[in-house]
């Protein structure tokens, strides 16, 4: 019987408001070489583009946090961001944001080796978080 934990599955997301997309696929592949150094499964790339990029109601991050849920309890899900500001650059809208995620089930991790884990609880509304 394999009692192995299974690798984590990560949901990988970006927002571009420009037409231009060539820092947009830099970023991304940093997020898939991030995901594949560390051994993750990669679930797949949400991007929300042009008004939407800039918008609160985004409708590729609320995709990729249904498809978070759907998975949740299964196996750890983390939404992958290649920077904090790709969420989001004002801090309340990138906070409400990792809680959406927190409340999938799922923590958002950077490839900078940032992570909200440790704030899991706090950020789902559950109570105090351990960091």
């Known amino acids: 019987?394999?009692?192995a934990t299974p690798s984590p599955l990560v949901?990988?997301?970006d927002?571009?408001?420009?037409?231009?997309s060539a820092i947009l696929d830099l970023r991304l592949s940093g997020c898939?070489?991030?995901?594949?150094?560390?051994?993750?499964?990669?679930?797949?790339?949400w991007v929300d583009r042009g008004d939407n990029a800039l918008s609160t109601t985004r409708p590729q991050f609320s995709a990729l946090v249904e498809s978070m849920g759907a998975q949740a309890?299964?196996?750890?899900t983390i939404c992958l961001v290649?920077?904090?500001?790709?969420?989001?650059?004002d801090d309340a809208l990138r906070r409400t944001l990792q809680q959406r995620v927190a409340r999938a089930r799922g923590c958002t991790a950077t490839t900078f080796g940032d992570s909200d884990e440790q704030a899991h609880a706090?950020?789902?509304?559950l109570?105090?978080?351990?960091?």
């Open 1 to 3: 019987m394999n009692t």
């Open 11 to 13: 949901f990988i997301y």
């Open 15 to 20: 927002r571009n408001a420009t037409r231009s």
């Open 32 to 45: 898939v070489n991030y995901a594949d150094r560390h051994g993750w499964q990669i679930a797949g790339l």
């Open 73 to 76: 309890g299964r196996r750890a």
């Open 82 to 89: 290649h920077h904090w500001c790709r969420l989001a650059h």
């Open 122 to 125: 706090a950020l789902a509304g």
């Open 127 to 131: 109570g105090r978080g351990r960091g």
